[in-house]
């Protein structure tokens, strides 16, 4: 049985959620804010213990990062994401959950062949392109006197 495009769209129309754009953004914003605020609070809590604000900047994204890796071992961040969207994915704590995901995912592969080589599956490239980004950036500033 063949069935034609405009068939097969109303039945993935049919079979799609409805999602509406206010509650999706209402949803990101509040969890992105809410794990933006939890990293401010983790910073003045660092500097109240007496780490200077570069040290307690330095904490709070380990922290954060740990806190990231946690909960998607936990299988927590997924569920998380799937209602906050976007919110989990630009803070670090987005970041930690791309690397660690892979690695979690495929790590009865093997250490080498699994974990090592999914680990960066998905955060290599951010990471590879993040890099080439800031070296092209420093030689423009060097070329131009201001580096």
């Not at 998607?72 to 791309?98: C, E, H, M, Q, W």
Request: hydrophobic share 50%; proline share 3%.
């Amino acid at each position: 049985m063949e069935i034609s495009k405009k068939e097969y769209s109303k039945l993935a129309d049919k079979a799609s959620p409805n999602s509406t754009l206010l509650v999706n953004c209402a949803w990101a914003f509040f969890v992105g804010g809410a794990i933006c605020v939890l990293g401010q609070f983790l910073t003045e809590l660092y500097k109240s213990l007496g780490a200077v604000e570069q040290n307690a900047r330095t904490w709070t994204s380990i922290t954060l990062v740990f806190i990231g890796v946690l909960l998607t071992a936990l299988d927590v961040y997924g569920k998380i994401a799937k209602k906050a969207g976007a919110g989990t994915l630009v803070p670090i704590t987005g970041f930690a959950n791309s690397v660690a995901s892979p690695a979690i995912e495929f790590k009865s592969e093997g250490y080498i062949t699994g974990l090592g080589a999914k680990m960066f599956t998905i955060a290599g490239p951010v990471i590879v392109y993040g890099t080439l980004a800031g070296v092209l950036y420093g030689v423009a500033l060097m070329l131009t006197g201001r580096g």
